[in-house]
Structure formats: structure tokens, C-alpha cells
T-cell receptor, first 113, second 112 residues
Framework: QKEVEQDPGPLSVPEGAIVSLNCTYSNSAFQYFMWYRQYSRKGPELLMY????GNKEDGRFTAQVDKSSKYISLFIRDSQPSDSATYLC?????????????FGQGTELSVKP | NAGVTQTPKFRVLKTGQSMTLLCAQDMNHEYMYWYRQDPGMGLRLIHYSVGEGTTAKGEVPDGYNVSRLKKQNFLLGLESAAPSQTSVYFC???????????FGPGTRLTVL
């Protein structure tokens, strides 16, 4: 069983829809949770970064962490065609030699005009 | 700032050939990483470095070697390429552990 599980999709939604992307994990030591966005044929770039449990909002994006359920989510409101990309969750423990991240498989999202 | 750059962008090798992928960063980051990305597998860490002159194994190190002779450069070598090494390779760097990793644009490698 992988440490981090993410539904690979693909996920296709109409423009303006609310999108929910999710990851589950098995390592209770994970404390840092990140979402990266990767456009086609590009490198990933950091979208959201949260520490421990709770919510974090940045414009149309909201990241949620539920450590009791070992479950994290990324919500995209009013989705736009420019949001079409692969979204990767990533996480790491509090004390992490070398700053290594564990990534999910990535979810491919397509937002149709 | 160029950020993280990777050379080359594309390469086709025959089985048994060798090559070196170069990663360079101009952000004075201590930590550097090499990942491979395969369909349905996400990003898997090959090797990483916590500073000039240091290297360590990641999740999938077999068949690869690395060197970090200068702080700004991190080299990934394939001594005898195999078709299983066909993948997209990403380099990343970060200033401190638990901070944001900045990724390069990737190298698409095909081994025939």
C-alpha cells in the first residue's frame, strides 16, 4: 500500500464548477501538507502549503487537512479553463532529514469552457 | 533569476548507453533533488543532496548515480541505460527542509 493515495482521474468539469481533489495517507507522522499544480509538459509548482490540521484559503483555492481521518482536500471554486492541469498532493513529517516529500499519483483535471 | 534549469530537455538513448543530466539553480539553495515521473506513479525520489559534496539515496536509486561538486549544480548519471528508465526526470531545489521545492522544466528521456 502506498503511503499517499490520490485518485488519478481524469476529472472533467464544466467552467464555473466547484472541484474537490483528495488524498489519503497512512503515516500519522505527516505534519506538512502541500498541493502542487503541474501544467502539461511543465514542472510542478507549489499551489498551497499547510501545517498540521485546519483550513487555508487563497483566492478560489481552499486546502483542508483532517489529520484524524488522514485525509486532505483541495477545493477550487468557480473553476476556469486555466485551472486545467494535474494536481499533486505532497506531504512530509515534522522532522524530515533532507526535506524529502512524499507525493500522490496526481489527479488530472480538465475544465471545459 | 533563471530558477532551476535542466539540460537537456529531450534525449533518446539506446540500451546500454550512458548519459548525464545536468541541473542548475541560481537561488543559493542548500537542498537539491532528482525525481522521475511515470504515468500513474506520481513523483518518485531518486537521489537528493543536503549540501555541496553530499548525496543520499531516495526511493528508487538503482541504476542511477549523482554528484554535487558545486552548490548550484546537481548531476544525475545513467551508467548503462535500460528501457525501464524511460521517464520524465525533474530536478528540484529548496532553501531549507520543509520549505517549498522549486522544480525545473524536466527532461524527457526515452531508452530504446
Amino acid at each position: 500500500q502506498k503511503e499517499v493515495e490520490q485518485d488519478p482521474g481524469p476529472l472533467s468539469v464544466p467552467e464555473g464548477a466547484i472541484v474537490s481533489l483528495n488524498c489519503t495517507y497512512s503515516n500519522s507522522a505527516f505534519q506538512y501538507f502541500m498541493w502542487y499544480r503541474q501544467y502539461s509538459r511543465k514542472g510542478p509548482e507549489l499551489l498551497m502549503y499547510t501545517y498540521s490540521s485546519g483550513n487555508k484559503e487563497d483566492g478560489r483555492f481552499t486546502a483542508q487537512v483532517d489529520k484524524s481521518s488522514k485525509y486532505i482536500s483541495l477545493f477550487i471554486r468557480d473553476s476556469q479553463p486555466s485551472d486545467s492541469a494535474t494536481y499533486l498532493c505532497a506531504m512530509s513529517p515534522l522532522y524530515n532529514q533532507g526535506g524529502k516529500l512524499i507525493f500522490g499519483q496526481g489527479t488530472e483535471l480538465s475544465v471545459k469552457p | 533569476n533563471a530558477g532551476v534549469t535542466q539540460t537537456p530537455k529531450f534525449r533518446v538513448l539506446k540500451t546500454g548507453q550512458s548519459m548525464t543530466l545536468l541541473c542548475a539553480q541560481d537561488m543559493n539553495h542548500e537542498y537539491m533533488y532528482w525525481y522521475r515521473q511515470d504515468p500513474g506513479m506520481g513523483l518518485r525520489l531518486i537521489h537528493y543532496s543536503v549540501g555541496e559534496g553530499t548525496t543520499a539515496k531516495g526511493e528508487v536509486p538503482d541504476g542511477y548515480n549523482v554528484s554535487r561538486l558545486k552548490k548550484q549544480n546537481f548531476l544525475l548519471g545513467l551508467e548503462s541505460a535500460a528501457p525501464s528508465q524511460t521517464s520524465v526526470y525533474f530536478c528540484a531545489s529548496s532553501y531549507l527542509e520543509d520549505n517549498e521545492q522549486f522544480f525545473g522544466p524536466g527532461t524527457r528521456l526515452t531508452v530504446l
